[in-house]
Every structure is written in C-alpha cells, then in structure tokens.
C-alpha cells in the first residue's frame, strides 16, 4: 500500500474509453500494474485510477486536447487497486472507429528527471487548487 511500483522499459499500458471516458479496452500490462482484471476495468470511469496528488488542471488540458482531435502528452501519477502508485508518460489521442469516436491513451516508462519535475509542478498547482 502506498508504494510506487517502477514500470519497467519494456511496459506499454494502454487502454481505450468512449467520449465519456469510460473504458472500453485495456491491455495486459494495464491489468499488470494496476492491479485489475480486466472486467473489474472495462466499463468503468477512467477516473477508477485518479491519485489525488493529480491536479485537476491536468485532466482539464487533457479533455480538452482529445475533444479538439489534438494529441495530449503528460506525466501521469496512477493509483493502483491496492494503494499502491505508478508514474507513467501518457499520450492521448482520438481515433474513429466504425463511425465512432474513441480515446486511445499509450503510457511507457517516464524518466526520472520528468517525474521529480512532475513532483514539483503538481504540488504548486495543488496548492492553488485548496
Ligand atoms: C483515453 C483516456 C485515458 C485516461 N487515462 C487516465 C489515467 O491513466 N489516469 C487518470 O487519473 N485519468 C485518466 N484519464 C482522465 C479521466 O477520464 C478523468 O478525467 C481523471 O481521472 C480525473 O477525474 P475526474 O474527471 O473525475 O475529476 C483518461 C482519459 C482518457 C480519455
């Protein structure tokens, strides 16, 4: 419980939700290290996994990049099922996909300069939050 768990080079997580944010696919590395089957995922909220050090600033952003078909990349702090915390680099995009819109994240391995400058930015934008 509350332990960061390091995602190795070699991981990719990546999962798929509706306009609504809902899950529609997660892959196996997802499940891994999060620590869900994949049925406790899909068809929940994608918030199943928001660490509340996240700021809300950066979900904002996010939303409104994909809404717009433009292309989001940032450095994303996970809560796993148990308490336990990932770092991930998240890219986030819209696909069509038979007439329908869908949102597609890819996460891999982020560097450790990025996460202690995630650190420090998601701190001040907390503070501003209160
Ligand atoms: C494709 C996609 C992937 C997302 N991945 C994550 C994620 O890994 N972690 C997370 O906390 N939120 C993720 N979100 C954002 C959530 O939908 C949600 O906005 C966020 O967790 C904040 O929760 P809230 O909107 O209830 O405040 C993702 C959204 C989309 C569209």
């Known amino acids: 419980m509350n332990n960061e768990?390091?995602?190795?080079?070699?991981?990719?997580?990546?999962?798929e939700t509706d306009t609504k944010g809902i899950i529609t696919y997660a892959n196996n590395d997802f499940c891994e290290i999060a620590g869900f089957t994949k049925d406790e995922l899909i068809g929940q909220p994608h918030n199943i996994l928001r660490h509340q050090d996240m700021p809300k600033s950066?979900?904002?952003?996010?939303?409104?990049?994909?809404?717009?078909?433009q292309t989001w990349n940032g450095i994303v702090k996970n809560r796993c099922k148990n308490g336990d915390y990932y770092w991930v680099n998240a890219l986030v995009y819209s696909v069509e996909k038979m007439g329908r819109k869908r949102y597609i994240s890819v996460r891999v391995k982020p560097t450790k300069e990025e996460i202690t400058n995630s650190i420090k930015l998601y701190k001040k934008l907390k503070v501003k939050e209160i």
Do not use: P, R, Y
């Open 5 to 15: 768990i390091e995602i190795s080079k070699n991981t990719m997580i990546v999962s």
């Open 58 to 69: 950066a979900f904002k952003d996010l939303w409104e990049k994909v809404k717009n078909n």
